[in-house]
């Protein structure tokens, strides 16, 4: 058979999967189907190679090459429009073909002459005939309504951002550029965003169907709600009233629905074949090492036709849509709508570096969107330098997956690092001593003024990792069980109920979790995220801060932190396990069968489970079993391996899914039978039999059932050690460099601000006048300078501002744990122009000033103020403290009003009041 003959082959099955009835000129038989293709049919331009009918009108030609011209099918392009506006025998219209499609048998591109500026696109495979006469019967094609019919956006409830990146993609659309990327920093309402563009093309952009791709269930589940609660700003209803939208739970996609949300894994599982195990749609790919596997190549589906998406909306981009699920992209003819907070240059590569709309964390902490955060550092010695079990020391022997322990000697000494807490080992004192340090800190220095533990969120390495912990927190804060709860896909309670609790009601104060909070998750009270786990992903550790950067109305805070004064300003990073100096790659674990125990993944093996997979999750637990194992056990197994070590053991089943090596090898043997190839016109089957005698090989010694018994007895031994006997200590608790860069960077703001602003501002202005119009001073003042410093670019508040101070100045800032007051704002500029030599509060410096100020007034008159007289004396300074002056008015304030208000303190002072109250205003207030 030639290579042309092929090349028709693979496209006459190709047609006939499509729904096309592929006929012989000589067999023309228009009524057999709603469409069908004629092989060479006869033009005045020659035969073309396919001609396709729908409903017995032509409407496409097809140009076919064989495979190897599929490099350069572009340049037949002009062969194929030449055919389109041939004459056609026996047709008497001789309007061109509108669809202009080449292909070989791997490549199909296709061109439609209706949009404007005719551009031709690579699709995966051909469009049903129904697909054809439904675009036959719209007046316009979708492209040609993105640049004609999209109308001006409302710009009613939509931050700038967000105006800015609905029509930067409606600018890129209507150029028809295939892929476009939103790039909107975490709580800037990235979902509310991408719901008005799909409103808007649904509306008026015609489109049939919307793909909304998440990477794990709960992040389904979070854009459907969001979905459901979305108002379009020109339709009273709510969106779900307008169109359907369907949470996919299952192979069927609605016909009736205008929304389709999947996470990538499910479609991805229908578009292969390949069964899904539900709780795959729970793991977040941020953490799932992606190889290409050659066995689960997309296949097409007729009930899911390339046709089904004209958009595709990729949430959290970055993580999901390289390497084996990118194939799910391919597949689909849909320009595709990235989002993400934090891109990397894979994502800028993928969506061809077309950046629609930008806005950064920093813009949206400036915008007021997002709040700043500072990073706290806890250090314990443990920690940094590990420690040393001597050998016949009784400690507790935990097994790790069911925790039942046993109490024994050490064999050896043992010498564990830092970084193999809570894997071999496992130290409760260091545990105990980072829990003790958060919460000192939080109590004394981050939050010192709250009466109840902030909303905090713990990372741990693992899910019995996260239960150490959470024992060693309830204990530490001395509560009980509804204060810190375990949040994660493993947990007993239903893990959604759990992390709404934690977003709404006041218990759990303290959150712990592996994996389901990290990324996506909108948790927006949280004001302490402590890492206790480090992570290598730079873009997965950015997705984990951002759990904490959502600001939030000083209402809502109070609901679920009573004491909470005010809206939230900031969240602080505890640092307790080096997470911000760690270097941060874009690795991804290796482990895809968590679940699944070494002993049952060894036998699968032998019993021929060859796919990634298995293989994958062994190569993972070999490579950790080998960093564990002493040279004892090393030896014993290297025994009944041949002398192959277990980390080669492991290292040759990631070697074997190589993909470049499986090419390699293909094209070898290839060779070797004299059959010329290129990389891109290797057979799958050809791949398939190079990755089946590479993955024969490295499996080969698992079928040895002595190599599998050592193995997994080694495993048995190899338990975790509860080291009670070494006791850790703290080595600092502070904030970091970053932290402390940023508040010098503050009080830099703060400085520059009174110098530039000081002539137009009262309260500024007041204070560069000193001392000659102390009595000017008054609360409406201050309050106006705080409005002006706490709004966008500066978002400085008092309590931000004395906290920066406090890091930066320690040994002259006094009252750290006090409460702060607006008036506070007082001792904050008189110490910026170094009028005060210490920062103190305001109320602590007009006690000082009032004690002075009554004894000498006292030591004046001759005689002292009665008891009565200095009570209220007392009362009126209370007021001065939180309010900068006092007049006749404040008398009508409760503290006063309740004792009497003016008229009682006419009767105690009479025609000296006045005097008294000027008095105090020019001595107590500055």
């Not at 679940?595 to 021929?608: F, K, P, S, Y």
């Not at 002292?864 to 939180?882: C, G, N, V, Y």
Request: proline share 4%; with cysteine; net charge negative.
């Amino acid at each position: 058979m030639t290579p042309e003959a092929k090349a028709r082959q693979h496209i006459d099955h190709k047609l006939e999967q499509a729904g096309w009835v592929v006929q012989d000129m000589k067999r023309l038989d228009l009524s057999a189907s709603i469409g069908v293709a004629v092989r060479e049919f006869p033009t005045d331009s020659g035969p073309a190679d396919y001609l396709l009918f729908v409903n017995r009108i032509p409407v496409g030609v097809i140009e076919a090459k064989r495979d190897s011209a599929g490099a350069n099918l572009t340049v037949t392009e002009s062969q194929t429009e030449r055919y389109a506006t041939a004459n056609l025998k026996w047709r008497k219209d001789d309007t061109p073909l509108r669809f202009l499609l080449e292909a070989t048998g791997q490549i199909i591109r296709f061109t439609d002459s209706a949009d404007p500026t005719p551009r031709s696109r690579e699709i995966f495979h051909f469009f049903r005939p129904e697909t054809l006469a439904a675009w036959l019967a719209q007046p316009d094609t979708l492209r040609r309504r993105l640049v004609e019919q999209m109308p001006e956006l409302p710009e009613q409830n939509l931050r700038d951002c967000q105006i800015g990146a609905v029509t930067g993609l409606e600018r890129s659309l209507a150029q028809n550029k295939p892929r476009a990327l939103i790039h909107m920093a975490t709580g800037a309402g990235k979902t509310f965003t991408a719901i008005t563009s799909v409103y808007r093309l649904l509306k008026f952009g015609g489109a049939k169907r919307i793909l909304f791709l998440v990477d794990t269930r709960n992040l389904g589940r979070q854009a459907h709600q969001e979905f459901m609660a979305y108002s379009p700003p020109d339709d009273a209803r709510k969106f779900t009233e307008l169109y359907n939208v369907q949470r996919l739970a299952s192979p069927s996609i609605d016909p009736h629905a205008q929304v389709c949300i999947s996470t990538i894994q499910r479609m991805y599982s229908i578009l292969s074949g390949e069964p899904i195990d539900d709780s795959a749609e729970d793991l977040s790919l941020s953490e799932v090492r992606q190889t290409a596997q050659q066995e689960k190549l997309v296949r097409y589906n007729p009930a899911v036709p390339v046709e089904t998406f004209d958009f595709i909306v990729i949430d959290e981009c970055h993580r999901s849509i390289y390497n084996l699920w990118k194939q799910v992209l391919d597949y689909f003819d849909a320009f595709l709508i990235g989002l993400t907070a934090t891109p990397d240059k894979r994502t800028f590569g993928f969506f061809n570096e077309n950046i629609v709309a930008e806005y950064s964390y920093e813009q949206s902490v400036a915008d007021g969107v997002n709040v700043g955060y500072d990073v706290y550092a806890i250090e314990t010695e443990i920690t940094q330098k590990g420690a040393e079990l001597k050998a016949k020391e009784w400690v507790d022997h935990r097994d790790r997956q069911t925790r039942r322990k046993r109490w024994a000697e050490t064999e050896d000494d043992a010498l564990y690092t830092g970084k193999e807490l809570d894997r071999s080992v496992v130290n409760p004192s260091q545990i105990r001593q980072v829990i003790l340090a958060m919460k000192t800190a939080v109590e004394t220095r981050i939050f010192p003024t709250r009466q109840e533990t902030p909303k905090t969120l713990i990372f741990a390495k693992t899910d019995s990792h996260a239960d150490d912990i959470i024992q060693t927190v309830r204990e530490v804060y001395g509560q009980g069980n509804a204060f810190c709860k375990k949040v994660t896909y493993r947990a007993e309670e239903d893990a959604d109920s759990l992390l709404a609790s934690f977003r709404n009601d006041y218990n759990p104060r303290i959150a712990v979790t592996v994996d389901m909070i990290a990324t996506g998750t909108d948790v927006k009270p949280l004001e302490v995220l402590l890492f206790m786990r480090d992570v290598r992903s730079r873009g997965y550790y950015e997705q984990m801060k951002g759990r904490g950067v959502r600001s939030l109305d000083g209402d809502s805070l109070k609901r679920v932190s009573n004491s909470a004064d005010g809206a939230k300003t900031r969240f602080v990073l505890i640092d307790a396990v080096g997470v911000e100096q760690s270097l941060k790659t874009e690795s991804r674990p290796l482990e895809r069968k968590p679940g699944l125990a070494l002993q049952d993944l060894l036998q699968g093996v032998a019993l021929g489970h060859r796919d990634d997979d298995t293989l994958l999750s062994l190569a993972n637990r070999l490579l950790r079993l080998a960093k564990q194992l002493d040279d004892k056990a090393q030896a014993r197994i290297g025994k009944v391996s041949g002398g192959i070590p277990v980390a080669a053991l492991g290292k040759s089943l990631i070697n074997a899914l190589d993909p470049d090596a499986i090419v390699a090898d293909a094209l070898a043997t290839a060779r070797t039978k004299g059959i010329t190839r290129s990389e891109d016109t290797l057979l799958p089957d050809e791949l398939e039999t190079a990755r089946a005698e590479r993955v024969a090989i490295a499996c080969a010694p698992f079928d040895k059932p002595e190599l599998r018994d050592a193995i997994d007895g080694a495993r048995r031994e190899r338990e975790q050690l509860i080291d009670h006997i070494n006791l850790d200590q703290v080595t600092f608790s502070g904030f970091g460099e970053q932290a402390d860069g940023e508040a010098k960077a503050v009080i830099q703001r703060f400085a520059d601000y009174i110098a530039e602003h000081k002539d137009e501002i009262a309260a500024l202005s007041f204070f560069y006048q000193q001392p000659y119009q102390r009595r000017q001073l008054t609360f409406d003042m201050i309050e106006e300078l705080h409005e002006h410093l706490a709004k966008p670019p500066l978002m400085i508040t008092t309590e931000r501002l004395w906290g920066a101070y406090a890091r930066v100045q320690a040994g002259q800032v006094k009252g750290q744990t006090s409460r702060r007051q607006l008036t506070d704002l007082v001792s904050l500029v008189r110490f910026a122009l170094g009028l005060d030599a210490e920062l103190k509060p305001f109320s602590e410096q007009v006690d000082k000033r009032f004690q002075d100020w009554i004894f000498r007034h006292n030591a004046q008159r001759g005689t002292a103020f009665t008891p009565e007289q200095t009570e209220w004396l007392r009362l009126m300074k209370d007021h001065i403290a939180s309010s900068c002056s006092i007049g006749r008015n404040d008398f009508d304030y409760a503290e006063l009003a309740d004792k009497g208000g003016l008229q009682k303190a006419w009767m105690l002072f009479g025609k000296e009041l006045d005097g008294l109250m000027e008095e105090m205003n020019e001595e107590l207030a500055a």
